[in-house]
């Protein structure tokens, strides 16, 4: 078992301030990641447009313009999404360091409850794949209806 060197007492106001920060950095994150799937299902939404537009609203086939600006309406959507959900999660990773940081001036109990293994978190992947996946197919789709 590796012993840490005990943490300085801290005055209640700097325990206060860090309690503070600890719990803004928490919502934070719970915030960020909400905007994570809201701008992922911004994008499949706008995809499902996409498709409504070049199904319902266009006469097939298509003229060979209008796919191409569907084709690239989807990926832009899709360029947008991807760095919206990679800037969300560099601000997530790094109120995460942040709250490490405060971590290491708490006390050993917290330290030691906390310590406990817990999954990595990744969501931020799947996001990315779908919509990838999700351009490809209305890419697909627009150009078999050409």
Known sequence: MITQA???MLKDSD???LRLL???SVA???FFKQQQWSGT???LVTYASVLVIAYQWLPAPLQRWQAWLLVVLGW??????????????NSILG??????????KFGDVFRGAWSIQKPSDDTHWMLYVV?????GVVTWLVLVRQ
């Open 95 to 104: 109120r995460r360091t942040r709250l490490e940081r405060i971590r290491e």
């Open 131 to 135: 919509m990838l996946v999700g351009a």
């Open 41 to 43: 299902n911004y994008a």
């Open 6 to 8: 005990p943490t300085p």
């Open 28 to 30: 934070d994150i719970t």
């Open 15 to 17: 325990q206060e301030e």
């Open 76 to 89: 832009a959507v899709c360029l947008v999404g991807l760095t919206v959900v990679s800037r969300l999660q």
């Open 22 to 24: 600890y719990e803004v």
